[in-house]
């Protein structure tokens, strides 16, 4: 079935565009797909339609900044973890039921692609994902940034170039677009940067603002899965093991799929994820 869309407003006056891919029979729970860090929810297209052909109703939500997001960072306007957590991810969800007819109870499942499973995993701790009857998370190539559980270039690239977006977001106000984004993360929020970049330094969410989320994350008990591709530089299983600390009473399951489509191939080429998705549901919410 065509893709139908949604505009959502955010309290800081900008709006995002999220993307509905219906299903046949509304039977199996709800799919929010996030994206990683630079990444538009166009590129996500294929794994939404092949979950909702498969009988999963599916949105697509956008991190604010990115994609049809008409957010823009600024020295005066900037957004963090928490911002995203408490409105872009409830708000997207909301939104995502009232299009489909779908009750505020009914079940949903985070598809969370790195930066999206950081911010989905503070997430999960919130009273609004209860509400919503959030019951689960996998990840795909979501993990901490976390330099020690890096190797090699990877290891040394980060650990500089998490320390240089820190430097320049505090001068600048904001982390620009242009040659010093390597990466290709696009125009990114100071505040994001910062609490992004001490992540990296520390594997600590204590210095997040917003939240006490050192102490709600450990109240997280819903299902929760961190998977990376087998040649995922961006990803290690030392990655996921770090994010996978931070919500020790949802037993979180930690685990590598073959196939090599990367840190980002995957969402283009579905049949990999999509599976260990319907098999996710199907043994830990029985659904």
């Given at each position: 079935?065509?893709?139908?869309?949604?505009?959502?407003?955010?309290?800081?006056?900008?709006?995002?565009?999220?993307?509905?891919?219906?299903?046949?029979?509304?039977?199996?729970?709800?799919?929010?797909?996030?994206?990683?860090?630079?990444?538009?929810?166009?590129?996500?297209?294929?794994?939404?339609?092949?979950?909702?052909?498969?009988?999963?109703?599916?949105?697509?939500?956008?991190?604010?900044?990115?994609?049809?997001?008409?957010?823009?960072?600024?020295?005066?306007?900037?957004?963090?973890?928490?911002?995203?957590?408490?409105?872009?991810?409830?708000?997207?969800?909301?939104?995502?039921?009232?299009?489909?007819?779908?009750?505020?109870?009914?079940?949903?499942?985070?598809?969370?692609?790195?930066?999206?499973?950081?911010?989905?995993?503070?997430?999960?701790?919130?009273?609004?994902?209860?509400?919503?009857?959030?019951?689960?998370?996998?990840?795909?190539?979501?993990?901490?940034?976390?330099?020690?559980?890096?190797?090699?270039?990877?290891?040394?690239?980060?650990?500089?170039?998490?320390?240089?977006?820190?430097?320049?977001?505090?001068?600048?106000?904001?982390?620009?677009?242009?040659?010093?984004?390597?990466?290709?993360?696009?125009?990114?929020?100071?505040?994001?940067?910062?609490?992004w970049a001490r992540?990296?330094?520390?594997?600590?969410?204590?210095?997040?603002?917003?939240?006490?989320?050192?102490?709600?994350?450990?109240?997280?008990?819903?299902?929760?899965?961190?998977?990376?591709?087998?040649?995922?530089?961006?990803?290690?299983?030392?990655?996921?093991?770090?994010?996978?600390?931070h919500v020790p009473?949802?037993?979180?399951?930690?685990?590598?799929?073959?196939?090599?489509?990367?840190?980002?191939?995957?969402?283009?080429?579905?049949?990999?994820?999509?599976?260990?998705?319907?098999?996710?549901?199907?043994?830990?919410?029985?659904?």
């Amino acid at each position: 079935m065509a893709t139908t869309e949604v505009e959502i407003s955010l309290p800081d006056g900008s709006t995002s565009t999220v993307l509905l891919y219906p299903a046949q029979q509304q039977e199996h729970p709800l799919v929010v797909i996030w994206p990683g860090f630079g990444m538009g929810a166009h590129y996500y297209r294929p794994i939404a339609q092949w979950l909702a052909d498969r009988g999963y109703p599916t949105a697509i939500g956008e991190l604010r900044g990115q994609g049809s997001s008409t957010a823009v960072a600024t020295r005066a306007h900037t957004w963090s973890y928490h911002t995203m957590a408490s409105e872009d991810y409830p708000l997207t969800i909301s939104a995502a039921k009232e299009a489909f007819g779908l009750g505020r109870d009914y079940p949903v499942v985070l598809l969370s692609h790195s930066m999206g499973g950081q911010i989905g995993t503070l997430f999960l701790s919130s009273p609004a994902a209860r509400a919503l009857n959030v019951r689960g998370l996998m990840g795909v190539g979501a993990g901490s940034p976390y330099w020690k559980a890096f190797d090699g270039k990877t290891r040394r690239t980060l650990r500089v170039g998490a320390t240089l977006m820190d430097a320049v977001s505090r001068v600048m106000g904001y982390w620009p677009a242009g040659p010093l984004d390597i990466a290709n993360y696009g125009r990114q929020a100071r505040a994001h940067v910062a609490e992004w970049a001490r992540l990296s330094r520390t594997n600590s969410v204590a210095h997040i603002a917003g939240e006490d989320y050192v102490e709600a994350l450990l109240r997280v008990t819903v299902p929760v899965l961190y998977t990376r591709f087998n040649n995922d530089d961006d990803c290690t299983l030392a990655s996921a093991d770090a994010l996978a600390m931070h919500v020790p009473s949802a037993h979180p399951r930690v685990e590598q799929l073959e196939g090599g489509l990367g840190h980002n191939r995957w969402a283009r080429e579905p049949e990999v994820v999509g599976r260990r998705l319907i098999r996710f549901v199907e043994e830990e919410l029985g659904a």
